[in-house]
């Protein structure tokens, strides 16, 4: 089946990932019928493309889902074969627990018992929980209460089902279940308990949401729902089944269907319901928009050459550029020329987080009154972390809807050497190392270029910080600053590698104009530094800065100053 409806015509590498072959254990108590299961399973009465009983029991890629071959494996029910179960459990890639329908203590000890086992053993696959013997009884709804709420215990059950070996009553879909339950799990997609999308499938499904929406309008027309269709399974729905979907879609949540089709909202219910319904295709359009088993881009997406030398660096182009500027302009939905908390959040809703949410980049450009982010302050975090994780710039540049070539978003610039003897610079973006001793003033200065207020009480800065942001030139041209804070102690550990002063375009030696000891410390630090790049081939530009202005400077300053 497609998503919706129709056959899927999709090969078993774009939906089961790597997985060549899976390995199902059966479990249970003694005498619910998990022998009975497995022979009947791989008895010629059952299928005539199975062959006979083996140990593990091998059943044909072809009977099964995306053709991908499985073992089955009896498990001792008695204590003295204990190292034998953990050691079957511990291997499997599914679980099968049994308990028979005509002996209720043995589903009782599917809750007291063999889930619990599971966990101690930190068995973490997906379980599939079989009544047998269902021949043997006649109400089959006394159960299901009590199923329930062990599914709603027990997020590792992926689904229950009840057979019967002897009349050959629903075995094949015990196993069907459980491979699919390994080749496509709900559970990193649906919240059971709460019976809600997984936050990072649902970012995942409006990222493919957005990329199918042609004409920018927040809905997908049935053109475009049906493109979706026939790029995932390769088979149109006829307009009567889309006219189906949008009606279920409407009963269940009428703001998820309008005039021009299918609302975002509306997307992500049809989601639910087929998650709700036990499908497993929405991995197969994961799958087609390059999705892995961890629900981010796969590697291979992101695959773009970064190699350069220490005095290189990576910046965005002017394609990528221009596409930020869209992007941010499209979700700065005020017009206040700003990214407030809720648009930046919703921008990134796409990726499977935020990536500022953490240093270096948290609080590492300027911030406008309301706390929101400029355009500027926009780049120059994208610069930040195009200079620093270019891959990972990369990939957020996809998850947000960047569709180009990879490679056509970013430069690789000269390097600084050559530059150096041209007397002039290309780059778009500089770097700057920020040295001195602690107190000196070298947090403040960061602070003030982000246009941030002076803190008055003093914390030293034991990691290295990092702030960046636009700074404009003669003739109207502008370039993006980042400043690179070195706490004193980091700077002996800098000296000691020789391709480490490679990234820096000019050193800055921040000294407290009102006391001497810290002009001595800061100069003696600028000869660590400036030896070291003369040694290592990697000079650079050396900068004094006497903070704390302020203040009374120190008697001898300007002569110290001006003799050094």
Same mark, same amino acid.
């Given at each position: ?253 009428? +703001?998820?269907?309008?005039?021009? =089709?299918?609302? #975002?909202? !509306? &997307? $992500?219910?049809?989601?639910? @319901? ?91 450009? +300027?911030?406008?009154?309301?706390? =929101?982010?400029? #355009?500027? !302050? &926009? $780049?120059?975090?994208?610069? @930040? ?180």
């Amino acid at each position: 089946m497609g998503i919706f409806s129709g056959k899927a015509k999709s090969s078993s590498s774009s939906i089961s990932g790597n997985k060549s072959k899976v390995r199902i254990v059966v479990a249970g108590d003694c005498g619910t019928g998990k022998s009975s299961l497995i022979a009947t399973a791989a008895s010629e009465k059952f299928a005539q493309h199975v062959p006979p009983v083996l140990t593990p029991t091998r059943l044909f890629a072809d009977f099964y889902p995306d053709r991908i071959p499985f073992t089955v494996n009896d498990t001792p029910s008695s204590s003295e074969n204990q190292n034998a179960l953990t050691h079957e459990l511990e291997t499997a890639d599914a679980v099968v627990l049994t308990y028979s329908c005509d002996q209720p203590h043995t589903l009782d000890r599917l809750s007291t018992f063999w889930l619990p086992e599971l966990r101690r053993l930190q068995v973490k696959v997906p379980v599939v929980v079989v009544g047998c013997k269902l021949d043997a009884v006649d109400d089959t709804t006394v159960r299901q209460e009590q199923l329930l709420s062990l599914v709603q215990e027990f997020e590792e059950i992926e689904t229950c089902t009840e057979c019967s070996a002897r009349n050959l009553f629903q075995v094949s879909k015990v196993f069907y279940y459980a491979n699919v339950a390994v080749l496509f799990p709900t559970s990193p997609l649906f919240d059971k308990k709460k019976q809600t999308l997984k936050p990072k499938f649902e970012r995942a499904l409006k990222r493919i949401f957005i990329l199918c929406d042609h004409d920018r309008d927040n809905t997908l027309s049935d053109t475009e729902f049906n493109d979706l269709q026939i790029k995932c399974f390769n088979v149109p729905l006829p307009p009567s089944e889309v006219v189906d979907i949008k009606r279920v879609v409407q009963e269940k949540y009428p +703001e998820g269907v309008n005039e021009r =089709g299918l609302t #975002l909202r !509306g &997307f $992500l219910i049809l989601s639910e @319901l087929l998650l709700q319904k036990g499908s497993h295709e929405l991995w197969t359009v994961l799958r087609k928009f390059g999705y892995d088993n961890d629900i981010k881009l796969r590697d291979d997406l992101l695959h773009v050459s970064f190699k350069r030398a220490p005095d290189q660096s990576v910046e965005l182009t002017n394609e990528a550029v221009k596409f930020l500027k869209e992007i941010f302009c499209s979700f700065d939905h005020d017009s206040d020329g700003a990214l407030q908390v809720a648009e930046l959040d919703d921008l990134f809703s796409t990726a499977p987080e935020s990536p500022w949410i953490e240093p270096p980049y948290k609080d590492a450009a +300027e911030s406008t009154a309301t706390g =929101g982010i400029s #355009l500027d !302050g &926009f $780049l120059s975090k994208w610069s @930040l972390m195009t200079l620093l994780e270019p891959n990972k710039s990369l990939a957020n540049l996809i998850y947000i809807g960047y569709v180009g070539d990879p490679a056509s978003a970013f430069d690789i610039t000269k390097a600084r050497r050559l530059n150096s003897t041209k007397k002039q610079s290309e780059r778009k973006v500089l770097q700057s190392f920020v040295f001195g001793p602690n107190g000196a003033g070298k947090s403040a200065l960061l602070n003030s270029f982000l246009r941030r207020p002076f803190p008055e009480v003093y914390t030293p800065t034991t990691n290295e910080r990092f702030a960046a942001n636009v700074v404009y030139q003669d003739g109207g041209t502008k370039k993006i600053l980042i400043l690179r804070e070195i706490p004193e102690d980091g700077a002996r550990q800098l000296v000691c590698s020789k391709e480490s002063l490679g990234p820096c375009d000019v050193a800055v030696f921040v000294h407290d104009i009102s006391n001497e000891q810290s002009w001595k410390r800061a100069t003696e630090l600028l000869v660590e530094v400036a030896s070291h790049g003369e040694e290592s081939g990697f000079e650079v530009p050396c900068l004094i800065v006497a903070a704390k202005d302020d203040l009374n400077m120190y008697p001898l300053a300007i002569q110290d100053s001006t003799r050094f």
